[in-house]
């Protein structure tokens, strides 16, 4: 079932969605074999679904309207790190320093009322200043556990690849488990719970490469990018006299979070998609110009972006145009291209975009 309503629905934004007329054909004509067929089974059968799939998406609209306010003219990444958050994800911002990667972290974790910890990554940075570590208090004759600065809802690790690979890995356990382990003792990160990461990816003296291992655990890397010199001047006057991060207002609840990434969860996945999906795995493993393909992690990361941009694009089915939508975001980072590609100039994304274009769904 698909809503009406006046304005466009956020996806819009996106290059895939621009063509009203090829999106009304799309939402009408080829996506039936995409829908859940059985009567009962989707996630807006009733009225009161309906309200409430009505109400998540509006939080949604609004998130994402209040972020936009100290972000200008980055709608497409701003989406994409909301797609990223609704599916429990984890983000990767690899790009040059001072293009707003921080202000991002600090605008969505005020618009969504979490508690946010930021982290700037250095050499000296220890695991423990991440995780947490045991003290013997003299007064109980026992150790107690200090919490690291991870334990929060949103945790931002700042140019996390200039700190040394015992610390990057110190992330790995929390980022896949939402805990970690001290002295044997387990201890549970708040829910929810998501890392946004930085790094420049021009390297230099003192920078350390993320190891594939954990670049598989963020399940989107994307770029700001500079902004256009209109944009620019917008920036400047908007900064002159105060901080549009102090007009950011809380406009949900965590509870209101969580039931939102409840109901993506929920967004239904057909046969052909499910098929699409591993199809498209395959063929980085099998192509020739790629060393490592995408791991099942990969997949799964593919499929819950895809029901985080249905949701954003007010369906509660997935079709082919969501994965299309977030196939380089997802999976470029997780490739290892061949060293003769590399030479060649090729880019990751550029091979996904080959891969693309060869498996039809």
């Known amino acids: 079932m698909i809503i009406t309503r006046q304005r466009l629905p956020l996806l819009f934004l996106f290059p895939y969605h621009y063509d009203t007329a090829n999106h009304k054909a799309m939402t009408t004509l080829n996506t039936k074999k995409y829908k859940k067929q059985s009567i009962g089974g989707n996630l807006m059968d009733t009225q009161k679904s309906i309200e409430h799939f009505d109400y998540c998406y509006e939080k949604a609209s609004s998130i994402f309207e209040e972020v936009r306010k100290v972000i200008i003219d980055k709608e497409t990444v701003l989406l994409k790190v909301l797609m990223t958050i609704l599916a429990k994800g984890h983000v990767l911002i690899d790009d040059v320093p001072g293009v707003g990667k921080t202000t991002l972290a600090v605008a969505f974790s005020k618009a969504l009322h979490l508690e946010y910890h930021r982290l700037q990554f250095t050499p000296d940075i220890l695991p423990s200043d991440i995780v947490g570590f045991s003290i013997y208090n003299k007064k109980t004759e026992d150790f107690e556990y200090k919490k690291g600065a991870a334990f929060c809802n949103l945790f931002l690790a700042d140019e996390i690849n200039r700190t040394s690979p015992k610390s990057q890995s110190a992330l790995l356990e929390l980022m896949e488990e939402g805990q970690v382990s001290i002295d044997g003792v387990t201890h549970v990160l708040p829910n929810p719970f998501f890392v946004i990461a930085t790094q420049n990816p ?143 100039g090729m880019t990751n994304a550029q091979v996904l975009s080959q891969i693309l274009k060869n498996v039809n769904p």
């Open 202 to 344: 021009i390297g230099s003296i003192g920078t350390q490469l993320l190891p594939e291992s954990q670049m598989d655990r963020f399940m989107s890397c994307l770029s700001m990018g500079y902004p256009s010199v209109a944009n620019e001047i917008e920036i400047l006057k908007g900064r002159e006299y105060k901080n549009p991060l102090d007009e950011v207002q809380a406009i949900s609840t965590i509870d209101d979070l969580l039931l939102i990434q409840s109901v993506v969860e929920k967004i239904y996945i057909s046969d052909p998609i499910y098929q699409y999906i591993v199809n498209l795995a395959n063929a980085t493993r099998n192509h020739p110009m790629i060393r490592i393909g995408i791991s099942p992690r990969g997949s799964l990361a593919l499929m819950r972006m895809a029901k985080s941009a249905a949701f954003l694009k007010e369906r509660d089915f997935v079709v082919p145009e969501d994965i299309k939508l977030i196939f380089s975001d997802v999976c470029a980072h997780r490739i290892v291209l061949d060293p003769k590609t590399k030479a060649s």
